[in-house]
Structure formats: C-alpha cells, structure tokens
C-alpha cells in the first residue's frame, strides 16, 4: 500500500451522459510512496523513474455499468503504452465531488519488475486504488 504525491487531471464527466465524458491525467511516479521499498520501486529494476518520470491516462470512452461507471483508455507507464480499464463510482454533494477508482493492472504489461516474472515474490497483479475529491471550477 503506497501513495503517490502530485498528479494532475483534466475531467470532463456528467453522470447522465457519461459517453460525453474524457479523462486526461498524468501522475509523477517519483512521488510514488511505499516504505522501505520506495527507491527500489521507483527505480530501473521496477518504475525506472529517471527515463519516465510520469504515467499518464487518457481515456478513450466513457461507459455506464452495473456498479458505477468504466473509463477505457490508454495508460502511458515506465515507457510502455497499452490498455487500461478506470472503473469507478461517483457522487456530488454541494458542488463537491467524490470518485472512488481501481485500475488493475498487469505489471509485466508494462515492462515493471520483469526480473521478478514468476509473481511469487512480487504479484504480477496490481490495483491502483485512487479516492479523489473535487469541486467544480
């Protein structure tokens, strides 16, 4: 369990038309927190921070589902692009609004810890977990 620092992100959504919607965000990997493994996993073995120093975000659709709502798109992360999946649920209250998110992922998708390919000491699964609030600008 970790944190990551800085982040930034351009949304558009309103849940009566969540096709309408886009998702722009870009997150400083260096800021990336998790204890006494933090220089390792923002390092070359793992997120290799120093050639990429951001992953980014951009989604391509936006969809209703049974449990909130799914953005897919394109994840830019550790000098790999491919496809990720935002699934999230939202709700406003008095101009000020609260998202909940996973994106699983697949670390060897994008290159992370493929020294470690077995999963057995690192998990080849991993949920990026983001609570986010917000107010309408």
Do not use: C, H
Not at 39 to 68: K, M, Y
Not at 100 to 108: C, E, Q, S
């Amino acid at each position: 369990i970790g944190s990551l620092g800085q982040w930034s992100a351009d949304e558009i959504f309103d849940p009566a038309d969540p096709a309408s919607g886009s998702i722009d965000a870009t997150v400083q990997v260096a800021t990336l927190q998790i204890g006494d493994n933090t220089a390792r996993a923002i390092g070359d073995e793992f997120l290799a921070t120093g050639a990429n120093p951001t992953a980014r975000f951009i989604s391509q659709s936006i969809e209703a589902t049974d449990t909130g709502y799914r953005a897919n798109g394109t994840l830019q992360l550790a000098g790999t692009e491919g496809p990720a999946v935002i699934n999230f649920t939202f709700s406003e209250t008095d101009g000020v609004a609260t998202v909940t998110a996973t994106m699983p992922l697949k670390r060897l998708d994008f290159g992370v810890g493929t020294g470690f390919p077995a999963g057995d000491t690192v998990g080849l699964d991993v949920d990026v977990v983001m609570d986010i609030r917000a107010t309408r600008p």
